[in-house]
Structure formats: structure tokens, C-alpha cells
């Protein structure tokens, strides 16, 4: 198993950036695919970014491309989505996920953290 615990969002303005992180507790979290998904308010929640547990296969929905990135440090068993040029439709609760299949992680992955806030607003 693992525990997935969010931080890192907040309220800024649109063009602005910020850096969520996941922190990952277990026996073997290292070894977790990870992503990222977001839930605006009445709507679903959907697939944001994706990395393996190696740090390789960075994979991202169109909208975000170009403007965020995931990554991950092993030896803190930790995941950022560094997010840039943030527009008001980035607005969501942003949710850590982890799989032990690639696959998965950016469908339903097995894991989820509690979620942290981001709203870009003017």
C-alpha cells in the first residue's frame, strides 16, 4: 500500500505558477507510477499528468502541455506538477494518484491523496 498527502496549492493570478507536491509513504512508494488529476467544481475528475516510478514516460492531457511538468525525487519519495502560466480554467481541487501499472495511473489509478486546492483567479 501507499499514502499519497498533497501541498503546494493556493490562490493566484492567472499567468502566475505554482508547485504542488505529493509526498508518498509505504514499504515500496518508489516503486509507484504517479500522476496527477484535477475536479472542477461540478465536474468529473480528470487525468492531468503521469510519470513512471523511474522518473521516464512524462505523459500529459493536451490542455496543459507546454505549461506543466511532472517529476518526481525517489530519495524523498516525492512528485511535483510544477505549473506555469496558469489560466483560470486550471482552476480544481488537484488530486495525487499511484498505480503499480502505467496503465492504470492515468485511468483509474488503485491510490489517491486527499486533494489540495488551486484557484487562478484575477
Known amino acids: 500500500q501507499v499514502q499519497l498527502v498533497e501541498s503546494g496549492g493556493g490562490s493566484v493570478q492567472p499567468g502566475d505558477s505554482l508547485r504542488l507536491s505529493c509526498a508518498a509513504s509505504?514499504?515500496?512508494?518508489?516503486?509507484?507510477?504517479m500522476g496527477w488529476f484535477r475536479q472542477a467544481p461540478g465536474k468529473e475528475r480528470d487525468f492531468v499528468a503521469a510519470v513512471s516510478w523511474t522518473g521516464g514516460s512524462p505523459y500529459y492531457t493536451n490542455s496543459v502541455k507546454g505549461r506543466f511538468t511532472i517529476s518526481r525525487d525517489n530519495a524523498k519519495n516525492t512528485v511535483y506538477l510544477q505549473m506555469n502560466s496558469l489560466k483560470p480554467e486550471d482552476t480544481a481541487v488537484y488530486y495525487c494518484?499511484?498505480?503499480?501499472?502505467?496503465?492504470?495511473?492515468?485511468?483509474?489509478?488503485?491510490?489517491w491523496g486527499q486533494g489540495t486546492q488551486v484557484t487562478v483567479s484575477s
Open positions: 494518484a499511484a498505480d503499480n501499472s502505467y496503465t492504470q495511473v492515468v485511468r483509474t489509478p488503485e491510490y
Open positions: 509505504g514499504r515500496t512508494a518508489n516503486r509507484y507510477h
